[in-house]
């Protein structure tokens, strides 16, 4: 049923319901109800409402017709506000993803053209930029460059891949800073290495939770988790097919299998799995959470004071 009223306040014309094309000369243009004349299917209004002034109606908090002028006011406030939050927060990701870009080319760079220290008999640049692809900090780095692109799409291959960016980058940021030793680093890897592995596995997760509330739905859930493991294991069975066909060649001690012997790589491997369900059901719980809360402030906010109790 539609419904609809027609005042005139301050020389201005306030509907509420469905907005039919009037006939040239009609009355609604002079602020006043149709009649039954120009709208035969309609019911004439009631008396109340037939004369000029309907601002009583508009006054009453207890009105159903102020309640839902209050409710149009809140969805064209929250549609606006949505708009500039999806803006913000498109060009921060972008700026992220970015920097990313920007720092993964010069440590390739760099890389091409350094000796590679870790593994002396990779002497072509080639050789040099196939090992340092190997390390899974490129590819989380590789990974924090899609998000910035994904951050705000609603497919589940874009939920996916958010879930592995910010998984991944947090996983290289606490195993590089709280588990594995490095040598000071020299040249531009004074300002890329950092950058990979403190700055962006902070701005990641931190950008992706300020995003929840644009998306509206939650990321996580069994069927993404399950596809999340797709890069992961892919990244394993690499690492340990180049350490096989290159003769010893490990990106990381906790997995250098001629130091530490297959029974802690394959230990240190699952623990890391592990962390990562942790991460990914820490990630769950906050989404949920924000969500939560989000629906609850929209719905204070709906609500009219006037038409409680």
């Known amino acids: 049923m539609n419904y609809a009223l027609y005042a005139l306040s ?37 008396s109340s409402i037939r004369s000029r002034d309907c601002s009583h109606l508009l006054c009453s908090p207890n009105s159903r017709f102020y309640r839902r002028g209050c409710r149009g ?89 958010r879930i592995n960016a910010v998984t991944m980058i947090a996983v290289t940021g606490i195993v590089y800073n709280f588990v594995l030793t490095h040598d000071p680093y020299h040249g531009v890897w004074t300002i890329t290495s950092p950058t990979m592995h403190t700055v962006l596995p902070f701005a990641v997760p931190l950008v992706w939770l300020v995003s929840i509330p644009a998306r509206g739905r939650c990321d996580v859930t ?50 890391v799995y592990v962390f990562f369900f942790v991460l990914a059901g820490f990630m769950a719980m906050i989404e949920r959470a924000v969500l939560s809360l989000r629906g609850r402030g929209q719905t204070a906010r709906f609500v009219h004071p006037a038409s409680v109790g």
């Open 10 to 46: 301050e020389q201005q014309v306030i509907t509420w319901g469905s907005h039919r094309p009037q006939p040239r000369g009609s009355r609604h243009r002079r602020g006043c109800p149709p009649t039954r004349r120009e709208h035969p299917r309609r019911a004439a209004p009631p």
């Open 73 to 161: 006011q809140f969805q064209l406030k929250r549609r606006y506000r949505d708009g500039v939050q999806h803006i913000v927060i498109t060009r921060i990701s972008l700026a992220v993803s970015a920097l990313a870009a920007i720092v993964l080319t010069v440590a390739s760079w760099a890389t091409a053209q350094e000796p590679f220290s870790d593994w002396p008999e990779f002497s072509t640049a080639g050789e040099k930029l196939l090992a340092y692809y190997s390390y899974f900090t490129i590819w989380s780095t590789l990974a924090a460059i899609l998000f910035g692109l994904i951050v705000l799409a609603r497919s589940r291959f874009s939920a996916v891949l």
């Open 222 to 271: 069994f069927k993404t988790v399950a596809w999340c493991l797709v890069i992961p294991v892919t990244w394993t069975a690499w690492m340990l097919y180049r350490g096989e066909v290159t003769g010893g060649f490990y990106p990381y001690s906790i997995v250098d299998v001629p130091t530490i012997g297959w029974g802690a790589t394959i230990r240190n491997i699952v623990l």
